[in-house]
């Protein structure tokens, strides 16, 4: 499988897990590794943003086209589940070649999972905003309706 990679891609791949900390503190900005491993927030423009940003990091890696071609998905997603549970000083600790696999894997996978995410993120947003749209309209004509009706009785 790592013959697949090119220098450049593994490079870029190993440099996920090098620069990876097992204690990143709260205050510590977030590794790329753990932003891609990291799941999703409620829809909001910061979740969204957060989104954006791990989309960033895996298309950072540029697997080459077809990296996994022939590797049945389940053995994929078996790699994929691998890396994303240890913590990258584990990761490091693996030769080479498993190391750059399980990466590889996880990138894969994961870019695949965060373009879905954004589509659900982008239509729970313009269902939001037409919900909105809807009540603001709602509560402006019983506005007018209570305005109309008010006059009717002042009339009487």
Not at 76 to 93: M, Q
Request: glycine share 4%.
């Amino acid at each position: 499988m790592t013959a697949r990679l090119s220098p450049d891609a593994s490079a870029r791949l190993a440099a996920l897990a090098a620069a990876a900390d097992d204690d990143e503190g709260e205050d510590a900005e977030p590794s790329a590794l753990s932003l891609i491993k990291s799941v999703p927030g409620n829809v909001s423009l910061e979740s969204m943003l957060a989104e954006i940003a791990k989309l960033d990091a895996v298309r950072a890696a540029r697997l080459p086209d077809g990296v996994f071609a022939g590797v049945a998905p389940k053995v994929i997603a078996a790699w994929r589940a691998r890396a994303t549970v240890e913590a990258p000083s584990h990761l490091r600790s693996h030769p080479r070649p498993l190391m750059l696999t399980l990466l590889a894997a996880l990138v894969y996978e994961r870019q695949r999972e965060i373009t879905d995410t954004l589509a659900d993120l982008l239509i729970s947003t313009v269902h939001r905003i037409g919900a909105r749209a809807e009540r603001k309209v709602t509560q402006e004509l019983v506005a007018e309706f209570r305005k109309v009706a008010g006059c009717r009785e002042e009339a009487a």
